[in-house]
Protein backbone atom coordinates (compact mmCIF):
# COMPACT_ATOMS: atom_id res chain seq x y z
CA UNK A 1 0.00 0.00 0.00
CA UNK A 2 0.89 3.37 -1.00
CA UNK A 3 0.96 6.86 0.89
CA UNK A 4 1.33 9.86 -0.75
CA UNK A 5 3.79 12.46 0.46
CA UNK A 6 3.12 15.15 -2.72
CA UNK A 7 0.53 14.50 -5.35
CA UNK A 8 1.36 14.85 -9.01
CA UNK A 9 1.91 12.51 -12.02
CA UNK A 10 4.89 11.62 -13.50
CA UNK A 11 5.89 9.11 -16.55
CA UNK A 12 9.93 8.03 -16.68
CA UNK A 13 12.49 5.82 -16.28
CA UNK A 14 13.39 4.10 -12.84
CA UNK A 15 16.98 5.02 -11.42
CA UNK A 16 16.75 2.90 -8.01
CA UNK A 17 19.37 2.95 -5.46
CA UNK A 18 19.42 0.24 -1.90
CA UNK A 19 21.28 2.63 -0.21
CA UNK A 20 19.85 5.92 1.02
CA UNK A 21 21.01 9.52 -0.63
CA UNK A 22 22.23 12.05 1.51
CA UNK A 23 21.37 14.53 -0.89
CA UNK A 24 23.78 17.81 0.80
CA UNK A 25 26.99 15.67 0.04
CA UNK A 26 26.28 13.23 -2.81
CA UNK A 27 24.09 15.08 -5.38
CA UNK A 28 25.62 17.79 -7.89
CA UNK A 29 22.81 20.18 -7.44
CA UNK A 30 23.42 21.84 -10.84
CA UNK A 31 23.66 18.59 -12.88
CA UNK A 32 21.92 16.15 -10.65
CA UNK A 33 24.90 13.54 -11.17
CA UNK A 34 25.47 11.40 -8.26
CA UNK A 35 29.37 12.19 -7.15
CA UNK A 36 29.83 10.56 -3.94
CA UNK A 37 31.55 6.94 -5.08
CA UNK A 38 30.07 4.99 -2.14
CA UNK A 39 26.66 4.89 -4.06
CA UNK A 40 25.68 2.27 -6.84
CA UNK A 41 24.31 4.92 -8.85
CA UNK A 42 27.73 7.00 -8.51
CA UNK A 43 28.16 8.98 -11.41
CA UNK A 44 24.37 8.59 -12.92
CA UNK A 45 22.36 11.71 -13.43
CA UNK A 46 18.70 11.68 -11.69
CA UNK A 47 17.52 13.86 -14.11
CA UNK A 48 14.45 13.31 -15.19
CA UNK A 49 14.25 10.06 -13.74
CA UNK A 50 11.73 7.97 -11.40
CA UNK A 51 14.29 7.90 -8.33
CA UNK A 52 13.62 4.62 -6.44
CA UNK A 53 15.42 4.97 -2.81
CA UNK A 54 14.87 3.64 0.87
CA UNK A 55 14.96 7.16 2.25
CA UNK A 56 16.73 10.18 2.95
CA UNK A 57 20.32 10.87 5.56
CA UNK A 58 22.04 13.43 6.60
CA UNK A 59 21.02 17.22 7.13
CA UNK A 60 17.97 19.04 6.90
CA UNK A 61 19.96 21.31 4.14
CA UNK A 62 19.16 18.82 1.70
CA UNK A 63 15.55 19.84 1.39
CA UNK A 64 16.84 23.10 -0.37
CA UNK A 65 19.34 21.01 -2.40
CA UNK A 66 16.50 19.26 -3.80
CA UNK A 67 14.77 22.81 -4.24
CA UNK A 68 17.73 23.88 -6.42
CA UNK A 69 17.85 20.89 -8.42
CA UNK A 70 14.24 21.67 -9.57
CA UNK A 71 15.55 25.33 -10.34
CA UNK A 72 18.81 24.21 -11.97
CA UNK A 73 16.06 21.57 -14.14
CA UNK A 74 18.53 19.07 -12.94
CA UNK A 75 15.35 16.92 -10.47
CA UNK A 76 14.17 13.83 -10.88
CA UNK A 77 10.45 13.83 -11.97
CA UNK A 78 9.17 11.80 -8.68
CA UNK A 79 10.42 9.93 -5.97
CA UNK A 80 10.14 6.69 -4.56
CA UNK A 81 10.71 5.88 -1.25
CA UNK A 82 10.28 3.28 1.67
CA UNK A 83 9.93 6.07 4.31
CA UNK A 84 9.45 9.22 4.30
CA UNK A 85 11.95 11.28 5.84
CA UNK A 86 11.47 15.18 6.95
CA UNK A 87 14.04 16.23 4.56
CA UNK A 88 12.93 14.41 1.24
CA UNK A 89 9.14 15.00 1.95
CA UNK A 90 10.06 18.93 2.57
CA UNK A 91 12.31 19.09 -0.47
CA UNK A 92 9.67 17.50 -2.75
CA UNK A 93 7.34 19.67 -1.53
CA UNK A 94 9.25 22.88 -2.33
CA UNK A 95 9.94 22.10 -5.73
CA UNK A 96 6.38 20.20 -6.74
CA UNK A 97 8.15 17.07 -7.03
CA UNK A 98 5.51 14.03 -6.63
CA UNK A 99 7.03 11.36 -3.86
CA UNK A 100 4.99 8.43 -2.66
CA UNK A 101 6.28 5.71 0.28
CA UNK A 102 5.79 2.55 -0.73
CA UNK A 103 5.98 -0.56 1.16
CA UNK A 104 8.80 -3.12 0.90
CA UNK A 105 7.66 -5.05 -1.23
CA UNK A 106 6.25 -2.85 -3.91
CA UNK A 107 9.57 -1.34 -3.59
CA UNK A 108 11.21 -4.77 -3.89
CA UNK A 109 9.13 -4.96 -7.44
CA UNK A 110 10.56 -1.67 -9.03
CA UNK A 111 13.25 -2.93 -11.28
CA UNK A 112 16.04 -0.12 -12.18
CA UNK A 113 15.79 0.75 -15.70
CA UNK A 114 12.12 0.31 -16.26
CA UNK A 115 9.41 2.98 -17.65
CA UNK A 116 6.75 3.43 -14.75
CA UNK A 117 4.10 5.73 -14.39
CA UNK A 118 2.58 7.42 -10.77
CA UNK A 119 -0.56 9.29 -10.55
CA UNK A 120 -1.41 10.23 -7.21
CA UNK A 121 -4.82 11.49 -7.67
CA UNK A 122 -5.99 7.74 -9.15
CA UNK A 123 -3.33 5.81 -6.26
CA UNK A 124 -1.62 4.16 -8.93
CA UNK A 125 1.66 3.00 -9.72
CA UNK A 126 2.20 0.95 -13.27
CA UNK A 127 5.18 -0.67 -13.45
Known sequence: MSKIIVQGKAQG????TTSP?????AVDKKTGVIRDEKYDIFK???KDTVLVFPHG???SVGAYTIYSLKSNQSAPIAMICQKADLTVASGC???NIPMIV????EFDS???GNEISID?????ILN
Open 44 to 46: KSI
Open 13 to 16: TVLK
Open 120 to 124: TKSEK
Open 110 to 112: IQN
Open 102 to 105: VSNE
Open 57 to 59: IGS
Open 93 to 95: ALA
Open 21 to 25: INFLG
